[in-house]
């Protein structure tokens, strides 16, 4: 199937700006921007070379063993219908891997969304989506934090409204906007967009004066991670998470995919107040490898309280076969460093894929 360019009709074309990437107000929803070439200044740690290459091929140390898998049976997978949402709550629900139905300020909004039942390079899911996609309620935005193929997923997107509001990346717009995507906000880091609901009344608020509506606000904030998506792409997208807040004050950290480091405490103090935070605790395996990109169960826990947020949920495990550690083992490891922290337990929402939680007010 080959790709169509968008309608002719576009947002005027707009340098990014220090201003804009050092803060300020709300982005224009929908405008389109030019941007570096590269964004391989904004890489943490170097990307693996030959010889790192060289080795993986060697040790093949990519998938779990026979024994690392015999508990595929036993990952927790409860699907149940979505929760309702009452004015001043937000709900989260957990699709699987980095996929979540958060219901936030009147609005519907999918992170990172998979319900491909295969991506490439990986074999099939070990357990199904949690919610199946006939049964989700009328999608207002979708953000992504990068272009991986298990984050950023064609088949999926293609279910989409082509007029559903997408956030994403610096540098990844043209690619929704060749699917004819008619409202996609590009977002550098430290950057903020806000969407209301389309006629609803969720959303006011007196901060705003006047009685001034304010809409959901969607932050993209660094991540200790990459991009590519083929051969020539290296690093030419952004990569990132999102804080998602509502008029009411609620705030949604979603990490996408990162590694351990400095990004979260600047996160924390930038965005004080964080509510819950959604951190990857899977695919870490063998560290040598996957240290600089993915936290394993503890780093979570340590990025968890860096954030500075009061619940953490955790994600990117029990959903593809990405690496070479047991497939149980992430749950277990999360929940012995949790304890090990201090932490309340009932501030840990290790949900079952298709399960969800409700925060209120």
Known sequence: MT??????EQPPLEHPSAEHTQGGGPRPLGQIRTWPRSFTDRLTAPLPGVRAMARLARE???RPSAEGLRDIPHLPFRPEPLPAVEPGS???TWAGHASWIVRIGGLTVLTDPVWSRRILGTPARITPVG???????????VVISHNHYDHLD????RRLPRDTAVFVPAGLGRWFRRRRFTRVTELDWWEHAELRPRGGAEGASAEGGGGRRVGVRFDFVPSHHWSKRTLTDTCRSLWGGWVIGDPHGHRVYFAGDTGYGHWFKEI?????????????????????????VHTD??????????LGARIMAPMHWATFVLSSEPVMEPLTRV???????????????????????????
Do not use: F, K, M, N
């Open 131 to 141: 919610v199946r996609w006939e049964d989700l309620p009328p999608v207002d935005a």
């Open 154 to 157: 064609a088949p999926t997107v």
């Open 268 to 292: 924390g103090r930038r965005h004080p107040g964080i509510d819950l935070a959604l951190l990857p605790i899977g695919a870490y395996a063998p560290r040598w490898w996957l240290r600089d």
């Open 335 to 361: 929940r012995a460093a949790w304890e090990q922290a201090g932490l309340p337990r009932d501030h840990l929402w290790d949900l079952p894929v298709g399960a969800s939680r409700v925060l209120s007010c």
């Open 297 to 306: 169960p503890e780093e979570a826990v340590q990025a968890h309280q860096d």
């Open 3 to 8: 790709e169509q360019t968008a309608p002719t």
């Open 60 to 62: 093949g140390a990519v």
């Open 90 to 92: 937000v709900s989260v």
